[in-house]
């Protein structure tokens, strides 16, 4: 501040407290930061840049996850043996050896990557599916099947991408991406209920190539997902900066939005150049790392949100809050939320936030038992689903580890069960009572999910074709209550 004894200049202005700064401010984050009339000293300085470093750093973690996620994805397929336009299928369905985020062992899964960069690609179906693609920035490109343009019907896609300009062929659904990598995700319509034979049909039916191979396209590649140890989910250290910036360097520097590329960029992510902080910004970046990866536990398992529940009285809740793919919610792109959804979940379409009675499925999660404590896989909960369970095709519980938030590894292969299991039983009024713990009660065998000490976890409930008592919310599911 200027001292009191300087004269006062002929021309002076009524200059507000609120707009100057003092020589001394004590902050609780940062401790005191010191000035020479408004000009920071070296130590200030100092200390200011670290924080912004840092703090942009935890942003880049959690906004860039989606890509990050993306990339883990990929590189894990590749891992098991798939290169773009091979298809992977878990043809014995999945289990906890395979990290994918909160992945389902129901139906299975048809996996794979489009690469556009060397020119566009054809997606031929000729059986009913269900399923997306999503760029690489796991924002939504299209949905393919029963709910995408062939409507079941079957037909080619052509995916483009974002610096194409040759001609485009007639005879095909097209498609355009603002990335060169992008993931498609399908499940098989199984109308009689049977697995190998409705993979057989798919298999006879499904066809990923270059366009420029159209004239003769090249025998298609099937990798079996099932029992693979491989991983798909991305670092919670700073080897996460890393995958962010080969997502980066890879795509077209206009992919995504400028202040995003921004962001990465005032880390040292840029465009064209090598990504090389030096020791003092390593440090600073694990740190980062470290801050947001609990800053997206404590999102996810624990949200401060209310309006992510689906009850005011039950621990339930949805990363879809606003009814967005998007995240949006009246014009606010509603951080937590997307945060909330890449840590825990993959594969974005409009079909997951808003699903139709009927049609698609409807996702509820939990950390939490009925008196908000923390799932503990050495105690024994039980839930139950009131009668008539809202679901047109079956409903589902799965486990996941609060720490990879893929299937809880047990002895249960399947990591939870559902209503086509052939030894769930309902109870005599024909709601069905679902047993979580080490060991299961006695006689309720069938109804039972393993979980294990010293391990956290969560619960995904779904009901598949989802009917009108669910979106009203005349029906609601029990909390995990604590059995004594």
Known sequence: MSNSKTPKPKYSAKVPEFVLTPDKVETEYLGYLEFFDGLPNETTIEKVYDFLDLSRGVHAFLNGMPAASLYAMLEGLKDAGQE????????????????????????????????????PVVLDIRVPVLGAVDDAFFRYVSDIGLVGPDQGRGGKYLFIGPDYEGDIPEGYFV??????????????????????????????????YP?????????????????????????????????????????????????????FASIGIKKGQPFAPDARMQKILEEAAAIANASARAVSFRPRNRAVYFYPDRQWYTPFAGGSHEFMDNGELVLDDRIFFHYVATGITPAMAMSQVGMGSAYAFTAHDAQERYLDGGRTYSVTLPAPIPAKNFWSFMVYSSQHRSILETDQKSGGLDSNSPDVKPNEDGSYTVWFGPHAPEGKEGNWIQTLPDKGYCVILRLYGPLEPWFDKSWKPGDLELVQ
Request: glycine share 6%; with cysteine.
């Open 84 to 119: 773009p336009c091979d298809v992977g299928i878990t043809e014995n369905l999945m289990d906890a050896r395979s990290l994918f985020l909160t992945p389902n062992t129901t139906t299975p899964y048809i996996t794979g990557e489009l690469d556009l960069k060397d020119g």
């Open 175 to 208: 498609v355009k991406s603002a990335t060169y990598r992008n993931w498609f995700f399908l499940r098989i319509i199984m109308p009689d209920g049977n697995l190998q034979k409705s993979i057989s049909m798919f298999k006879k039916g499904f066809h990923c």
């Open 211 to 263: 366009l420029a191979q159209a004239q003769e396209p090249p025998s298609q590649k099937f990798v079996d997902l099932s029992g693979k140890k491989i991983n798909t989910i991305h670092p919670n250290n700073g080897h996460f900066y890393e995958e962010l910036n080969a997502v980066v360097q890879y795509e077209p520097a206009n992919a995504f939005n400028p202040e995003l590329v921004g962001l």
